[in-house]
């Protein structure tokens, strides 16, 4: 197997500091030779990743970074940090510095990369309400680096993917009774054109197989459990195969994610955050990440969260955070060989 390999180092923002995305990018870092991965700098705090890093017993060198050209002659034998605030680190005690902290770093980290002082973005896990607090006014990470780029938050199309599938949640961080609602046609033409798009771009897939699921117990059993199957989402699939996208559905959502059946489809395109993100962690749940498609710059994340309850403990494990830079740093290495 080829390993692709970025120009430049990748960025990671610190992600909450009570949470374990500090010692996670501690942890990627220790494995960084075995796990083959591409040079990468932390956006945070040093002292606090220090620490964290030591209450899982790594006693790995973490070195300060005053500009993002300074990481790759560091990365090889210390962890190169970019401080960008302070803030302690109390493991599971979420606070409005912490936050701060976390914002700025998800700021500071995502410039760097749109300026291409960094080949992509990785980000570490936030917990949306604490940010919220503080007035972050976005629904998560996701629109967040969209506005940033320019993009709107339709065209960022949020992708879960593991070693056995990926999954597009068309709706994401919305309540459950609001999703018929915000379903249409459009919404799941434009988002799964985006995915194919996206899957060739940036995963080298050439002719991108797309399986639809349905709203409704049985895709709708002829109207008899819901109507959105056969006015929503069947022209939807019928406008992607018009635009010659390999698309099938409505598909009935219960038996779309077994063995035989994933084999058949390159992603999955889901009605809802559940009914996407589900499978994805029953299966890969420790290799999962969070890619935002149709962005200008590359952004991956660990498909877990804060994880408070277990921040500090030395429990958490590191690959899907391992696996989410892997990805980032093959996609930017894929556009920059494209041109
Ligand atoms: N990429 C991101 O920024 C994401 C952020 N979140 C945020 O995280 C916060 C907590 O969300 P939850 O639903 O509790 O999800 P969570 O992923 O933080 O935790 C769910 C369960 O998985 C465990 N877990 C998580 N990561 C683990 C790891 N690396 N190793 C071992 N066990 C692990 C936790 O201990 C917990 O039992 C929320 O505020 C949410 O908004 C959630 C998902 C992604
Ligand atoms: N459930 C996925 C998630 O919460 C990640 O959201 P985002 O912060 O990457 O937009």
């Not at 080829?2 to 995305?21: M, Q, Y």
């Not at 964290?52 to 006693?59: D, F, I, T, V």
């Not at 401080?83 to 936050?99: K, L, R």
């Not at 999962?288 to 030395?314: E, K, M, Q, W, Y």
Request: hydrophobic content about 50%.
């Amino acid at each position: 197997m080829t390993v692709r390999i970025p120009l430049l180092p990748l960025a990671i923002s610190l992600g909450d500091p009570a949470g374990v995305g500090p010692e996670l990018i501690a942890a990627a870092w220790a494995q960084r030779e075995a796990e083959g991965l591409p040079p990468f700098f932390a956006v945070g705090n040093r002292d606090l990743i220090e620490a964290a890093a030591r209450s899982r017993g790594l006693a790995i060198p973490v070195v300060a970074i005053a500009a993002p050209d300074e990481a790759a002659a560091v990365f090889p034998h210390a962890l190169p940090v970019l401080d960008v605030g302070t803030a302690p680190w109390a493991p599971g005690q979420p606070d409005d510095a912490g936050a701060a902290l976390a914002l700025r770093a998800l700021e500071v980290a995502t410039s760097l990369v749109k300026q291409g002082a960094a080949a992509a973005l990785v980000t570490g896990p936030i917990a949306k309400s604490r940010l919220a607090r503080i007035g972050f006014n976005q629904p998560g990470q996701t629109e967040f680096v969209a506005e940033a780029c320019g993009i709107t938050p339709e065209n960022a199309v949020m992708m879960l993917a593991g070693p056995n599938l990926r999954v597009v949640p068309v709706t994401v961080h919305v309540a459950l009774r609001d999703v018929p609602f915000l379903l249409s046609t459009e919404l799941i033409r434009s988002r799964s054109a985006i995915a194919a798009a996206a899957l060739t771009r940036d995963f080298g897939v050439a002719n991108p197989r797309l399986a639809v699921a349905a709203l409704n117990p049985h895709a709708g059993e002829d109207g008899r459990m819901g109507h959105e199957d056969a006015e929503v989402i069947a022209p939807a699939v019928a406008a992607l195969k018009a635009a010659g996208i390999d698309a099938r559905g409505p598909l009935p959502a219960d038996t779309m994610f077994h063995a035989e059946a994933r084999a058949t489809y390159d992603a999955a395109i889901c009605m809802y955050h559940d009914q996407a993100l589900i499978p994805i962690k029953v299966l890969d749940f420790d290799e999962g990440v969070n890619v935002t498609l149709g962005l200008p710059i590359i952004r991956t994340s660990p498909d877990h969260g804060t994880a408070f309850g277990i921040a500090g403990t030395g429990t958490a494990r590191p690959g899907a955070t391992v696996a989410a830079i892997r990805m980032a740093g093959e996609c930017a290495a894929r556009r920059a060989t494209a041109g």
